[in-house]
């Protein structure tokens, strides 16, 4: 038998150990994305890459293969949630959720009016953030109420509530305010009520969100870091800097800036879980390494940090990223016993921006692992990593003089408000 078709059988019986669990229409989706979770699945096994190498590796290491086979998909979803309920009242609004959520939705099927485009690129608009708010918040509910749980995959279905918790405080949550979240207590989902308060980050532009329960005791207390905002928003330009700062990992130099605040709101809070999105996932990280064991971190596209291994091993929780998307490329994620990185493939191919930006579950999608001390060496990563150092280094020299002209009249502005 050739090498070629050697490796065609053995590829074929690794398919069939990783479908081992699934039905006919769930292994023809795998079958659609079986390069990628091949991939992953030699990548967590300490193989670099599939090939006729894989021949020649010996019975211990072709038994970690097929163990990395037989663990890699943790969940398979084929119908997908819809997560908004389709009214007549807002036809426009209910269009522009579905461009946000689903793949079978693009920029074509949505006609932005001008006020929607300068709230996004240019003045910050009160009134339609509210009208956005509210409607997101409905979600929670119908949720609740068409038990999803039920009827959908029970990681995906986490993975997806998560998500929503975290795009949350994008839209300005009302502070001293209460919303109803979807939260899992003792194995069960439940809608819980919260009071919001924002805690300052960077003054009043950047702002993590603290949740306390007040209609279900066992509920767990949360905070919320938002993700980088869209242009016309507070903190859109603080955020910019934290994510190209050249010396300091993404996130940290918020985090160090509103850590006294941050501490005053963990006071007394023996447990809480922490959810962020992107520059937010980032900052959870961060949280995750001061708290240790008192946060379970649930991060969602977040970038990797610039620490230590010792100080990556006190993260507690899980993180999801698209295995498309560029920016969890960046940096390095934790690798403790107590974290759990799950990676996740869509059955659109989507270019890495729709791979950051639109949240997973509401097309077929699966769920591996993936191997985070495996990861953390991959080329890639560390190229990807490198070039942003230099590329940040580089652009922090070059608005060196704006970026001081700015701060000095940020400085006068305050000194002379200081003195009325």
């Known amino acids: 038998m050739s090498t070629e078709a050697r490796l065609e059988t053995l590829d074929r019986q690794f398919f069939e150990i990783a479908a081992h669990n699934l039905n006919p229409d769930q292994k023809q989706f795998l079958a659609t994305k079986w390069k990628q979770i091949r991939h992953y699945a030699c990548q967590n096994a300490g193989v670099k890459k599939w090939g006729s190498h894989v021949l020649d590796l010996n019975a211990e290491a072709?038994?970690?293969?097929k163990e990395a086979f037989r663990t890699l998909v943790k969940g398979i979803e084929m119908i997908g949630f819809q997560i908004w309920k389709p009214t007549a009242k807002d036809p426009h609004l209910e269009a522009i959720f579905r461009l946000f959520f689903d793949d079978r939705t693009n920029l074509h099927d949505v006609d932005f009016s001008i006020e929607e485009k300068l709230a996004l690129f240019w003045k910050y608009d009160a009134t339609l953030i509210t009208q956005f708010r509210e409607r997101f918040e409905q979600i929670f509910r119908d949720l609740y109420h068409q038990m999803i749980w039920t009827q959908h995959d029970p990681l995906v279905t986490e993975m997806l509530i998560g998500n929503l918790i975290a795009l949350y405080p994008l839209f300005d949550p009302m502070p001293e305010g209460e919303v109803d979240i979807l939260q899992q207590i003792e194995g069960s989902?439940?809608?819980v009520r919260y009071r919001t308060e924002p805690i300052p980050l960077v003054e009043d532009k950047v702002l993590a969100y603290g949740l306390t329960p007040v209609s279900n005791p066992?509920?767990?207390p949360l905070i919320l870091f938002c993700g980088t905002p869209y242009p016309a928003a507070k903190g859109f330009w603080e955020a910019i800097k934290s994510d190209l700062h050249p010396f300091r990992s993404v996130g940290e130099s918020i985090f160090l800036e509103?850590?006294?605040r941050i501490d005053a709101w963990m006071n007394k809070k023996p447990q809480v879980k922490c959810y962020g999105l992107s520059l937010g996932g980032a900052l959870a990280y961060h949280l995750g390494r001061t708290y240790g064991s008192r946060v379970t971190v649930?991060?969602?596209v977040p970038p990797g940090l610039f620490l230590k291994p010792q100080e990556m091993h006190k993260i507690?929780?899980?993180?999801?990223y698209h295995?498309?998307?560029f920016v969890p490329s960046l940096g390095y994620h934790p690798t403790g016993k107590n974290f759990t990185c799950y990676g996740v493939i869509t059955e659109a191919n989507r270019n890495f921006l729709l791979a950051h930006a639109r949240p997973v579950g509401c097309n077929p999608t699966v769920v591996i692992e993936i191997n985070p001390l495996h990861e953390n060496r991959n080329v890639f990563r560390s190229l990807f990593t490198l070039g942003k150092h230099i590329f940040s280094a580089l652009l922090f020299?070059?608005?060196l003089p704006l970026r001081l002209a700015i701060d000095g009249t940020d400085w006068m502005r305050r000194k002379l408000k200081r003195k009325r």
């Open 316 to 320: 507690h929780g899980v993180a999801f």
């Open 397 to 399: 020299i070059a608005t």
């Open 62 to 65: 072709t038994e970690q293969l």
């Open 218 to 220: 066992k509920a767990l």
């Open 323 to 325: 295995v498309d998307d």
């Open 298 to 300: 649930f991060a969602y």
């Open 258 to 260: 509103g850590r006294e």
């Open 189 to 191: 989902w439940n809608l």
